[in-house]
């Protein structure tokens, strides 16, 4: 029997025996208590324990300080709530059977000494992150609600990325997505108040946190081992975005601050803050409202290398060593606008039932311009290129839940609706090139490989601007939108039998998820006669090369003339540089005036578009079983159901031209294809806690994750190209990839010294997807018959997605400290840091196309003495996005006397594998290279209510780099500078 086996059968029997167990000593003579827990100023407290010592009966204060205590014997009680840092209360409560007794309390410090740490900038939000994770159910890690509107960072992926085990895919220098594990974001989940977020991705299943704001948050979990009533999508884990509710009277501040790009080294960059509560009737409604707007540039310069490597090594050589196929210079302009904001509502109707509603969105606008000098080897030319796009992101979630307390137990419902656009309204393109740019260069030859940075040196170009021309122009234009629907329904019900305790709890939750992607495109070439001669009819004043190729538009006429050429990566490299730009308002009025209509459509670009719906049906049994003060057990069981349905299109013979006649001919050669699957997954799920000290805890968890396919993999389409003899293909049928995850975390805490955390993990990770290319042959596994394909695709060589045979596995340890130095003489010191080491080991499956010798040879007339096959074969590596070191450190200093919060922040992120080997010599794979920054921030009191705020990050300008790994040499290097921030906040 296999470990998941046992373990899925011990938990349905342990589950069964539970569930006897409550039938037979169901207590009738109990009631509950609940409550909220706040400090002197009516913040809630977080993760603050309530306990009734007598009978070992606790739980703790959730996001917004509410608690309930359910099971409770009827009589008189004495409850205990506890915070670290502050005194202790105990409170002698009455409990009626079948009651809900109401119990709000208030904490104060527990000291003088404490006061002037505990309960001022950066120390509150290190203990209210302190007592969530202490308590927490599952394997977590938190950033509070406090912690996040002190941090510097612009948005919750930046903060997010500083916990242990956790890293940041950036953009432009500013963090969007989350990397967990070593697993990338595609692999991982947002939820936001517990409901599922969808996916603001073109094609996979990765939301972009880059657009959410910290500062209307009430805190972020980070989910690395779930329990059984939480969704089971994430191979590597979820970050749940907690939202806050109204607490008691009436609360508003607002800030402003300025920032200064040391990309452009200019004023560039505003954001704006805004909050407000209030609770009403006697505090039973509540009422937050809060709101964002982020003004920002995301310049940046780049440099993009193209390689190309194809045969086998020379006898005296290990590999072939990869020549450049082409180089592109990127001098990138970005502005960025977010905003966003959160309406939230909760009703309680009395102490036995509350209603919430939660309104959130998320906005955020890009309008790009990239300016681009292209060096492409492969056609011996040099191209100018302009980029000007426009993207925008909505993310927004509304919520109903309610809870209420019914005959001793504990009923939660909710419905969520939570939807994400991803639009590109407007995309330009527009190619200009220079024919015969290098010097000695053959066509179909290539340069002796050196470092890329010196391609561009004058011995290699002879570069003639008068002889560029203008080429082509095209708009490309995208719509993606994604609806996700969820119902829950959950019912929790205690037991106690002598010194066990515990509780029941059984749910079930379905959700619809409906997405569709669209594609839109036109284009023209624009250096024919005929074309030319009816642009000049439009713009008579423009002129045409006179050298080179004859009578074309040149390039002259549309640059800019007011561009000054800045230090392109701060003057690191000497022969790189972009001295001419396309003046990007002249070319905006020549495309809406003119280029827009005269150009023709691309029909060929639906091939990509797709319709999805999905449902997931979940079900789930589980408990909590206390064994005195020492051990909590809780096993779970969690059963889910997929049904998925895909729209995609079929293109039998897809021209492979972009001309008019080929394009309308491509309309009438698509036609639509459905496809079904259905398939279910029964996922155990398994916490032990033993703490054997108060200050000493040991935590054990296995558990059971899943990731489902992109989309773009799972859409049926089947795109055949006679031209070029490929095959594109999808498949609906893909199963999930599904890991099996242990965890093991071994706490230590003791006030004056803070908390010390270690644990390890191992991830056994099955299905996990894999794009194969093969030549279509009979008799084989990419036999027409079997791909559902004709046989005149025979020799075809196909691109469809498969689940990888072969496990991966993934094992790391986590290190994480946090304390206020309170044992030193100066008191006010903070200090978070945490380290992860982690190593990965899968097989990334390739098939190989060999000549061999034909067996029909001799045999069948006219066959070829040798054909092409396909030989499957596999090479080991780690996993994509992995790193092998991560490290946070933050030190920082608190002063409520003279109202000085002040933190230096490190973080390190070591080289991750970006593409896998795909030949046997491993010239082809790619990876980044280390990545550190420093951030630093201030916040400084400068009357009563109103504080200064400074922040500087990246503060040493370091750049992004990827590498092509077996040489070295540079695949992709980008600066995009230092950015500060000044400015005001005000508490009314």
């Known amino acids: 029997m296999t470990m998941k086996k046992f373990l899925y059968t011990l938990s349905f029997a342990i589950l069964l025996n539970i569930v006897f167990l409550v039938s037979a000593f169901s207590q009738s003579g109990t009631g509950a208590i609940a409550g909220h827990v706040s400090d002197e100023n009516g913040q809630a407290m977080v993760g603050a324990t309530i306990l009734i010592e007598e009978i070992m009966l ?21 409850v205990k709530i506890s915070f670290i840092g502050y005194t202790d209360v105990e409170v002698e409560v009455e409990v009626v059977r079948g009651k809900v007794t109401n119990l709000d309390q208030q904490l104060s410090v527990s000291s003088v000494e404490l006061l002037e740490v505990v309960a001022y900038g950066q120390a509150r939000g290190q203990l209210a992150a302190i007592n969530q994770q202490l308590n927490a159910k599952g394997i977590s890690n938190v950033v509070s609600g406090e912690k996040l509107r002190e941090l510097p960072d612009v948005n919750v992926a930046e903060a997010v990325g500083r916990l242990p085990g956790l890293m940041v895919e950036r953009n432009r220098g500013e963090g969007q997505k989350i990397i967990i594990r070593g697993l990338a974001p595609k692999y991982n989940t947002v939820s936001i108040g517990g409901h599922m977020a969808p996916s603001t991705s073109t094609d996979d299943r990765s939301t972009d946190m880059s657009m959410i704001a910290p500062e209307i948050l009430g805190g972020v979990e980070v989910l690395k081992a779930n329990t059984a009533d939480k969704d089971a999508d994430g191979l590597g884990g979820t970050v749940n975005l907690t939202l806050r509710e109204a607490p008691s009277g009436f609360k508003m501040n607002a800030g402003i601050l300025s920032g200064y790009s040391g990309h452009s080294e200019s004023l560039s960059n505003y954001r704006g803050t805004f909050y407000m509560s209030n609770r009403f009737f006697d505090e039973k409604l509540g009422v937050m409202v809060t709101a964002n707007v982020d003004i920002a540039e995301r310049n940046s310069d780049k440099m993009e290398v193209d390689y190309g490597v194809q045969g086998d090594p020379l006898e005296d050589e290990d590999y072939v060593q990869p020549w450049i196929d082409g180089l592109e210079l990127q001098a990138n302009v970005e502005d960025r606008t977010r905003s966003g904001g959160s309406l939230l509502m909760d009703w309680k109707l009395g102490p036995s039932s509350t209603i919430k509603a939660s309104n959130f969105f998320g906005y955020l606008d890009r309008d790009i311009y990239d300016r681009v000098k292209d060096y492409s080897l492969g056609n011996n030319r040099i191209y100018f290129k302009g980029y000007h796009e426009e993207v925008s992101q909505l993310l927004f979630s509304n919520a109903l839940e309610g809870k209420h307390f019914v005959l001793g137990s504990v009923l939660d419902w909710g419905a969520s609706r939570s939807q994400s656009i991803n639009k590109r309204p407007y995309g330009t393109r527009y190619d200009f090139r220079q024919q015969s740019a290098f010097i000695g260069y053959e066509s179909a030859g290539s340069f002796d490989m050196f470092e890329p940075e010196l391609l561009p040196a004058p011995e290699n170009l002879q570069e003639e601007i008068e002889q560029s021309y203008f080429y082509e122009s095209r708009n490309v234009t995208y719509d993606a939108n994604e609806v996700e629907t969820s119902f829950f329904l959950d019912w929790q019900k205690a037991f106690r039998l002598g010194d066990i305790s515990g509780y029941i709890k059984v749910g079930a939750k379905h959700r619809y998820k409906k997405r569709d992607r669209s594609n839109y495109r036109t284009g023209r070439r624009i250096d024919y006669p005929s074309q030319v001669s009816d642009f000049l009819d439009v713009y008579p004043d423009y002129t045409l090369t006179t050298a080179g190729t004859l009578d074309k538009l040149q390039l002259i006429n549309f640059l800019d003339e007011d561009y000054v050429p ?30 827009h209509d005269w150009e023709y459509i691309i029909y060929s670009v639906s091939k990509d578009d797709y319709v999805t719906d999905e449902s997931i049906q979940a079900y789930y049994l589980m408990t909590e079983i206390n064994i005195g003060k020492y051990i909590t057990f809780i096993p779970g069981l969690r059963y889910e159901k997929t049904y ?4 995609a299109k079929i293109a039998e013979a897809l021209p492979d031209g972009e001309n008019r006649d080929q394009e309308e001919q491509a309309l009438d050669m698509f036609k639509d294809t459905t496809a079904n699957n259905t398939y279910y997954d029964i996922l155990p799920q398994i916490h032990l806690r033993i703490k054997p000290t108060s200050w000493f805890d040991i935590r054990l968890a296995y558990t059971n994750t899943l990731s489902r396919a992109d989309y773009n993999q799972l859409a049926p389409k089947e795109i055949v190209n006679s031209t070029s003899q490929t095959v594109k293909l ?33 991830k056994n990770i099955d299905d996990f997807l894999w794009t194969r290319d093969a030549l279509i042959r009979t008799g084989t596994d990419t036999d027409p018959d079997l791909l559902n394909l004709s046989y005149s695709t025979v020799g075809y060589l196909a691109t469809y997605p498969v689940n990888n045979e072969n496990m991966s596995t993934i094992k790391g340890l986590e290190f994480d400290m946090q304390t206020n130095l309170d044992f030193l003489p100066i008191k006010g010191i903070v200090l978070n840091a945490n380290f992860t080491i982690m190593e990965s080991e899968t097989k990334y499956s390739e098939t190989l196309i060999e000549r061999a010798l034909n067996p029909d040879y001799g045999l069948v007339l006219f066959a070829p003495r040798t054909i092409f096959i396909n030989r499957d074969t596999a090479y080991v590596d780690r996993l994509l996005s992995q790193p092998n070191y991560l490290a946070n450190i933050g030190i920082g200093y608190d002063n409520k006397k003279w109202g000085t919060s002040v933190r230096l922040s490190f973080n390190y992120q070591d080289d991750i594998l970006t593409r896998e080997q795909r030949r046997p010599d491993g010239a082809d794979r790619e990876g980044t290279l280390e990545f550190y920054r420093w951030d630093f921030q201030l916040n400084q009191r400068i009357v009563n209510k109103l504080s200064l705020n400074v922040n500087v990050s990246n503060i040493f300008n370091q750049p992004d780099r990827s590498v092509r790994l077996i040489t070295g040499y540079y695949t992709e290097l980008e600066y995009y500078g230092y950015m500060a921030q000044i400015g005001l906040k005000y508490n009314f």
């Not at 392109?568 to 009025?589: I, P, R, T, W």
């Not at 998925?644 to 729209?647: A, H, M, N, T």
């Open 644 to 647: 998925l349905k895909y729209d």
């Open 58 to 78: 606790g739980t703790i204060a959730d996001a917004n300080g509410n608690y309930q205590l359910i099971g409770v014997p009827a009589g008189s009680q004495t």
């Open 730 to 762: 999808g498949n609906t049928k893909l199963k999930p990839a599904a890991s099996e995850n242990f965890d093991v975390i071994l706490t230590f805490y003791k006030s004056r010294f803070g908390l010390f955390t270690v644990g390890a993990f191992q």
């Open 566 to 595: 800045s230090d392109f990566m701060d003057g690191e490299y000497k022969y790189l540089s972009v001295n001419e730009v396309l003046n990007s308002d002249q070319m905006a009025d020549i495309n809406e005036n003119y280029l």
